[in-house]
């Protein structure tokens, strides 16, 4: 089809145009593995359209479906609801894709998380035991964490920061919306002062972070 | 939402339209002497911005529940090597400052959304991005009000568009980070119901800072420049210039990126030569890894 692609749809009723324009965002979105970007879905859409009034509708429809669409680091993507979590659990394989997390690699990556950048010394002073560069190349390699600024200490030792990757696992849009930040920071947790180093970790999120969807 | 009347009261009983009219003036004042510093573009510029801008952002990250300082702005920026991620610290300053690099009045909601990353998004900003012709601390503040109800978790945000729609009902040629830092330490959320009257007052109080923030900087780019004719000028010019146009470099950073003839080495000796003639800050007070501005 030397057609070029039709963004508009000027030659459709308006209903039938919104019809399809959700079609176009849904099905960009389902036959994606990764999460579709605002810009790309804005592409599929009239210049005009109002792309999250769209999205809404589309959410609207799949209320009554196992799944929805769901806002993550960097774009849009089904996702099974929290609901069904159990009901995944029983019928996965054990070649599952993702790699389940130990609870000590869960506990590092969450302290990356709340006090990144974050040395691996000042890891170990927070978590009260030695942190090996062993267990941080596991979250490397996972592409959960990603070298950050250098630490102006001796030696100007790397930092470590959670990437885009570690958002989009663990359903957050934004670091903001790392759970308890607020009452963590309240109770003085969140400071890498050195009056740190005999208070134990803070309350760092479990293993199976797929369980703790947003809503 | 209520309505305020910008008219000055005639009762005796100071009104909350008084009291609006008043900090309306006060700010009208500052801002129309910080719009001076903003259109003449001085030589000091550049800096000048990125200081606001390095405000602007620790005042966010305040508002977000970290508490940065500017110095760990500063490191979090200036000793990131490249190609690695500067973590939510630098992110925060990147965006501030991607923001005040355009013309205001070209910077439409699609460059926000680029300035910003797809995560924000939503008709809240095509919204607040409408100017009605309100004085412009007013239509800043409904822009963060708007922001905030559809964003609540993203404080930089609203402070962004209203300084971006600030600039704009002004016409500014460029953004100036204001409203942030103007709130103070324990800044009140836009839904509160006097934050039409304390936006426009941190408005006032910011402006003046900033005004004077330019004029210190201008006596110490002079200074700067007094000293030039003692450097070498082949190798000190770029330097000079991204001393007048950043907040703060590092030996590295010139080696790296403003002068790559120049080794590590000769860029820390030609800083500390530009400190001994007191023309340029040490703003860490550390042994390694200096940082240096004006």
Request: glycine residues 6%; aromatic residues 4%; proline residues 8%.
């Given at each position: 089809?030397?057609?070029?692609?039709?963004?508009?749809?000027?030659?459709?009723?308006?209903?039938?145009?919104?019809?399809?324009?959700?079609?176009?965002?849904?099905?960009?979105?389902?036959?994606?593995?990764?999460?579709?970007?605002?810009?790309?879905?804005?592409?599929?859409?009239?210049?005009?359209?109002?792309?999250?009034?769209?999205?809404?509708?589309?959410?609207?429809?799949?209320?009554?479906?196992?799944?929805?669409?769901?806002?993550?680091?960097?774009?849009?993507?089904?996702?099974?609801?929290?609901?069904?979590?159990?009901?995944?659990?029983?019928?996965?394989?054990?070649?599952?894709?993702?790699?389940?997390?130990?609870?000590?690699?869960?506990?590092?990556?969450?302290?990356?998380?709340?006090?990144?950048?974050?040395?691996?010394?000042?890891?170990?002073?927070?978590?009260?035991?030695?942190?090996?560069?062993?267990?941080?190349?596991?979250?490397?390699?996972?592409?959960?964490?990603?070298?950050?600024?250098?630490?102006?200490?001796?030696?100007?030792?790397?930092?470590?920061?959670?990437?885009?990757?570690?958002?989009?696992?663990?359903?957050?849009?934004?670091?903001?919306?790392?759970?308890?930040?607020?009452?963590?920071?309240?109770?003085?947790?969140?400071?890498?002062?050195?009056?740190?180093?005999?208070?134990?970790?803070?309350?760092?999120?479990?293993?199976?972070?797929?369980?703790?969807?947003?809503? | 939402?209520?309505?305020?009347?910008?008219?000055?009261?005639?009762?005796?009983?100071?009104?909350?339209?008084?009291?609006?009219?008043?900090?309306?003036?006060?700010?009208?004042?500052?801002?129309?002497?910080?719009?001076?510093?903003?259109?003449?573009?001085?030589?000091?510029?550049?800096?000048?911005?990125d200081r606001l801008v390095l405000r602007a952002a620790a005042a966010c990250l305040a508002?977000a529940?970290r508490?940065e300082?500017d110095?760990d702005i500063r490191?979090a920026v200036?000793?990131?090597?490249?190609?690695?991620?500067?973590?939510p610290i630098g992110h925060a300053f990147a965006e501030w400052r991607?923001?005040v690099?355009?013309?205001?009045?070209?910077?439409?909601?699609?460059?926000?959304?680029?300035?910003?990353?797809?995560?924000?998004?939503?008709?809240?900003?095509?919204?607040?991005?409408?100017?009605?012709?309100?004085?412009?601390?007013?239509?800043?503040?409904?822009?963060?009000?708007?922001?905030?109800?559809?964003?609540?978790?993203?404080?930089a945000?609203?402070m962004m568009?209203?300084?971006?729609?600030?600039?704009?009902?002004?016409?500014?040629?460029?953004?100036?980070p204001?409203?942030a830092a103007?709130?103070?330490?324990?800044?009140?959320?836009?839904?509160?119901?006097?934050?039409?009257?304390?936006?426009?007052?941190?408005?006032?109080?910011?402006?003046?800072?900033?005004?004077?923030?330019?004029?210190?900087?201008?006596?110490?780019?002079?200074?700067?420049?007094?000293?030039?004719?003692?450097?070498?000028?082949?190798?000190?010019?770029?330097?000079?210039?991204?001393?007048?146009?950043?907040d703060?470099?590092?030996?590295?950073?010139?080696?790296?990126?403003?002068?790559?003839?120049?080794?590590?080495?000769?860029?820390?000796?030609?800083?500390?030569?530009?400190?001994?003639?007191?023309?340029?800050?040490?703003?860490?007070?550390?042994?390694?890894?200096?940082?240096?501005?004006?």
């Amino acid at each position: 089809m030397a057609a070029p692609f039709d963004r508009d749809l000027t030659d459709l009723t308006p209903e039938l145009r919104w019809r399809e324009w959700m079609g176009r965002v849904e099905a960009a979105i389902f036959a994606s593995t990764v999460p579709v970007p605002r810009e790309v879905l804005a592409t599929l859409v009239g210049h005009a359209c109002p792309l999250d009034a769209l999205i809404q509708d589309i959410r609207d429809e799949l209320r009554t479906r196992p799944y929805d669409l769901v806002k993550v680091a960097d774009g849009w993507q089904h996702r099974t609801r929290p609901h069904f979590i159990t009901a995944l659990r029983a019928a996965a394989r054990p070649a599952s894709p993702v790699p389940a997390l130990s609870a000590a690699d869960a506990t590092l990556l969450m302290t990356i998380a709340y006090h990144q950048p974050v040395t691996r010394t000042e890891l170990s002073t927070v978590l009260g035991k030695d942190v090996s560069p062993d267990a941080v190349a596991r979250l490397r390699r996972q592409n959960l964490v990603g070298p950050g600024p250098r630490s102006p200490q001796p030696g100007a030792p790397c930092t470590y920061v959670t990437t885009p990757v570690f958002l989009s696992r663990f359903e957050l849009e934004s670091l903001r919306d790392l759970p308890d930040r607020d009452r963590l920071e309240a109770a003085g947790l969140l400071s890498k002062e050195p009056a740190l180093a005999a208070v134990r970790a803070p309350r760092a999120g479990s293993g199976d972070g797929a369980a703790e969807a947003a809503e | 939402m209520q309505a305020f009347s910008v008219s000055l009261s005639s009762s005796d009983t100071p009104s909350p339209g008084a009291a609006l009219a008043a900090a309306c003036f006060d700010a009208g004042a500052a801002l129309a002497l910080l719009g001076q510093a903003v259109t003449t573009a001085p030589r000091h510029q550049g800096v000048w911005r990125d200081r606001l801008v390095l405000r602007a952002a620790a005042a966010c990250l305040a508002m977000a529940g970290r508490h940065e300082s500017d110095a760990d702005i500063r490191d979090a920026v200036l000793l990131t090597r490249p190609g690695a991620d500067p973590g939510p610290i630098g992110h925060a300053f990147a965006e501030w400052r991607g923001l005040v690099s355009r013309t205001p009045r070209l910077t439409s909601v699609a460059d926000l959304r680029a300035i910003l990353g797809a995560r924000r998004s939503g008709e809240a900003l095509d919204r607040a991005l409408v100017l009605d012709g309100r004085p412009a601390p007013l239509a800043a503040a409904a822009a963060a009000a708007t922001l905030h109800r559809d964003h609540p978790r993203d404080p930089a945000l609203a402070m962004m568009v209203a300084d971006l729609v600030l600039a704009r009902s002004l016409g500014w040629p460029r953004l100036v980070p204001l409203l942030a830092a103007g709130l103070g330490r324990r800044p009140p959320k836009p839904d509160a119901a006097d934050w039409p009257i304390v936006c426009t007052a941190a408005y006032g109080r910011s402006a003046g800072q900033a005004r004077l923030l330019s004029a210190d900087l201008a006596q110490r780019a002079d200074r700067l420049l007094s000293v030039q004719a003692r450097l070498r000028a082949k190798t000190a010019a770029p330097v000079i210039s991204a001393l007048l146009s950043e907040d703060a470099l590092s030996a590295t950073v010139i080696s790296d990126r403003i002068a790559p003839a120049m080794s590590d080495r000769a860029a820390r000796r030609l800083l500390e030569r530009l400190v001994g003639l007191d023309a340029v800050r040490e703003l860490t007070g550390r042994a390694t890894h200096r940082l240096y501005g004006l």
